[in-house]
Antibody, heavy 121, light 109 residues
């Protein structure tokens, strides 16, 4: 059974930094692309960033480019999201999500429980 | 950028009724790239449909996805109490890599 567990959320001041982690188990981590998807309070879902299974390609939504960095550690089966220069509008629950297929079109077949990030002074 | 517009914003129905949720794309989307999710309060989203019409593992057959091009539909026949939730469509490809619709809230009438 696939299991994704996020950690690292919390309260941070505007301009600050935070690193989220997502510990993965139950599947071959290095074979699947992974993403971070966020949800602001009372709002819809927004894809934030993705990395392919091999860790060689990264993708970002424009609003976080040059501020967020996605990475993965195959030895620890863990996905990360380093978030710098945080803004109030980054306040959200951040979900780690597993790509449903190794190749081809992307959808998310497994999600973590989410980590709450609050950016406020 | 491909924009997904879901309608209606809120749908009020009774258990036992059927529901039809719409997802319209601003430009043509490959059917293989369209998915639907269900989200209940305080929970992570759950994959229902991928490739526009394939049910994910464990999803009851009362959930049916259809459509092509710019118009996609999620149909729920015989609503059960546990089906009342928010539903999102999602597409893959282009820039940004993934986009979601704004959601349809299915509430009990």
């Amino acid at each position: 059974e696939v299991h994704l567990l996020e950690s690292g959320g919390g309260l941070v001041q505007p301009g600050g930094s935070l690193r989220l982690s997502c510990a993965a188990s139950g599947f071959t981590f290095s074979s699947y692309g992974m993403s971070w998807v966020r949800q602001a309070p009372g709002k819809g879902l927004e894809w934030v960033s993705a990395m392919n299974g091999g860790g060689t390609s990264t993708y970002y939504v424009d609003s976080v480019k040059d501020r967020f960095t996605i990475s993965r550690d195959k030895s620890k089966n863990t996905l990360y999201l380093q978030m710098n220069s945080l803004r109030a509008e980054d306040t959200a629950i951040y979900y780690c999500a597993k790509r449903g297929a190794v190749t081809g079109p992307g959808w998310f077949d497994s999600w973590g429980q989410g980590a709450l990030v609050t950016v406020s002074s | 950028e491909i924009v997904l517009t879901q309608s209606p914003g809120t749908l009020s129905l009774s258990p036992g009724e059927g529901a039809t949720l719409s997802c319209r794309a601003s430009q043509s989307v490959s059917s293989s790239s369209l998915a639907w999710y269900q989200q209940k309060p305080g929970q992570a989203p759950r994959l229902l449909i991928y490739g526009a019409s394939s049910r994910a593992t464990g999803i009851p057959d009362r959930f049916t996805g259809s459509g092509s091009g710019t118009d996609f539909t999620l149909t729920i026949s015989r609503l059960e109490p546990e089906d009342f939730a928010v539903y999102y469509c999602q597409q893959y490809g282009g820039s940004p890599l993934y986009t979601f619709g704004q959601g349809t809230k299915l509430e009990i009438k």
